[in-house]
């Protein structure tokens, strides 16, 4: 009896251990982001886009993070929204009035980071051509110049500061979001194109401290969507699609390890502003007011 008990001991454990092993080698279908100042810059249909407005500036944000809420496999171009694989959508409430992303419980990725990922066994098999991603929130680093008299002081200074980017239909804050080490307090619903900055430096010994933000005019986010014409995308939105590049993103159902797509993202002057001093420096100090803070291209790319 005794060697009988010690034989299913050892079959439990054995067993328990088989399937801690089977769990982590469930192949996955993985995401990560890729942030590329050097990327074709793309208008909303997907054509080169690489002349500015007149009076239009812009800059290749350093990005420091980035959210998205909704993630779609598309099988082809006349795919409609949300007739694709729909693998993921952020959590949403009604606690500001109209449904809008929560971001509290928004989960922010680096260059490189994994920003989702799903069991390929939960994929419905099949060749998907384009990928649908919708941006939420992102935060990066541009240049600001100053040039005014600060108490009698002539002060010329270009350095970094750090952006708060909301760019999903419509966001949700609590109370307050952090920029970089300072917290500005919005609480309630926040449309596509609000923004946030914190910006700090010293002159001559003395602190010089900006935290603001801001509404960018309805509409003036660019959303990059090649699918304009069969596969529209609602207005307000920000689901940027791309086509595989290297041909089609394949599932067949027997995938045996991890499949990684890195979803390629074009920051080419992806943050602009209207010129107040054409001078090609973001000057808000002199009321030169952010237009568009939308990415300028997406390219997702499998590696099997």
């Not at 009076?55 to 959210?67: D, E, I, K, V």
């Not at 929204?81 to 509290?104: C, H, M, N, Q, W």
């Amino acid at each position: 009896m005794k060697l009988f008990k010690t034989f299913i001991s050892l079959f439990l454990v054995a067993a328990l251990f088989a399937g801690c092993k089977k769990n982590e080698t469930t192949p996955k279908l993985i995401f990560k982001f890729k942030f590329d100042p050097n990327q074709q810059r793309l208008n909303g249909f997907g054509e080169p886009d690489s002349t500015m407005p007149a009076n239009h500036a812009g800059q290749s944000p350093s990005f420091n993070a980035m959210s998205a809420h909704y993630i779609e496999l598309a099988q082809g171009p006349l795919t409609l929204l949300g007739t694709g694989a729909v693998l993921y959508r952020a959590p949403e409430t009604t606690a500001g009035g109209s449904k809008a992303i929560d971001f509290s419980q928004s989960s922010l990725a680096k260059d490189g980071e994994v920003f989702y990922s799903i069991p390929l066994s939960d994929v419905a098999a099949g060749d998907y051509q384009y990928l649908r991603v919708s941006l939420a929130y992102q935060n990066y680093d541009v240049n600001l110049f100053i040039d005014t008299t600060i108490s009698g002081f002539h002060i010329v200074n270009e350095s970094p500061c750090t952006v708060a980017s909301f760019i999903g239909y419509n966001t949700y804050v609590a109370s307050s979001y952090k920029v970089k080490n300072q917290n500005i307090t919005a609480p309630g619903n926040h449309t596509q194109g609000y923004w946030g900055f914190e910006y700090s430096t010293s002159f001559s010994g003395f602190p010089y401290n900006l935290l603001t933000s801001g509404q960018a005019p309805a509409g003036s986010t660019t959303v990059v969507n090649p699918l304009f014409a069969t596969s529209p995308i609602p207005a307000g939105s920000c689901l940027a699609t791309g086509a595989f590049a290297g041909g089609n993103l394949r599932i067949t159902g027997n995938e045996t390890k991890d499949i990684i797509v890195t979803v390629s993202l074009s920051t080419n002057k992806s943050f602009e502003w209207v010129e107040v001093v054409n001078d090609g420096k973001w000057e808000p100090t002199k009321g030169e007011v952010i237009v568009d803070m939308g990415v300028r291209g997406l390219i997702p790319s499998a590696q099997y």
